[in-house]
Nanobody, 112 residues
Framework: QVQLVESGGGLVQPGGSLRLSCAASESILSIYVMGWYRQAPGNQRELVATITIGGNTRYADSVKGRFTISRDNAKNTVDLQMNSLKPEDTAVYYC??????WGQGTQVTVSS
C-alpha cells in the first residue's frame, strides 16, 4: 500500500491557521477518495474532510466554512487548510487513502 506521511501540525492560538499536508510515497491517481480524520483524547476517530479524485469534497459540519481540503494528483499530496481554529479542533490529525490506510498522524493543539 502507498505510504502516507502527515506534516504541518503544531501549537496555534484560537483564531489562528494551520496547513496540514499529506505526502504519498507513490501516485494517488488510483485512490478515488482521500481524507483527513482526527482523534481527540478519549474520543473516537472522526471524519474531518474527504476529496475524490475529481475534486468533490465533503466536510464535517463542525469544520464547514473554516477548513478546506485540496488534492494535487501530480505531486501526490492532500492538504488541509485550517482557519479560525478553535480549542475543540485540538486532536491528532490523520491522512487516509486507499482503504483503511493511515499515516502516523500529526498533533494539532489550539490553545492560548
Amino acid at each position: 500500500q502507498v505510504q502516507l506521511v502527515e506534516s504541518g501540525g503544531g501549537l496555534v492560538q484560537p483564531g489562528g491557521s494551520l496547513r496540514l499536508s499529506c505526502a504519498a510515497s507513490e501516485s494517488i491517481l488510483s485512490i478515488y477518495v482521500m481524507g483527513w480524520y482526527r482523534q481527540a483524547p478519549g474520543n473516537q476517530r472522526e471524519l474531518v474532510a474527504t476529496i475524490t479524485i475529481g475534486g468533490n469534497t465533503r466536510y464535517a459540519d463542525s469544520v464547514k466554512g473554516r477548513f478546506t481540503i485540496s488534492r494535487d494528483n501530480a505531486k501526490n499530496t492532500v492538504d488541509l487548510q485550517m482557519n479560525s481554529l478553535k480549542p475543540e479542533d485540538t486532536a491528532v490529525y490523520y491522512c487516509e487513502g486507499g482503504g483503511n490506510n493511515w499515516g502516523q498522524g500529526t498533533q494539532v493543539t489550539v490553545s492560548s
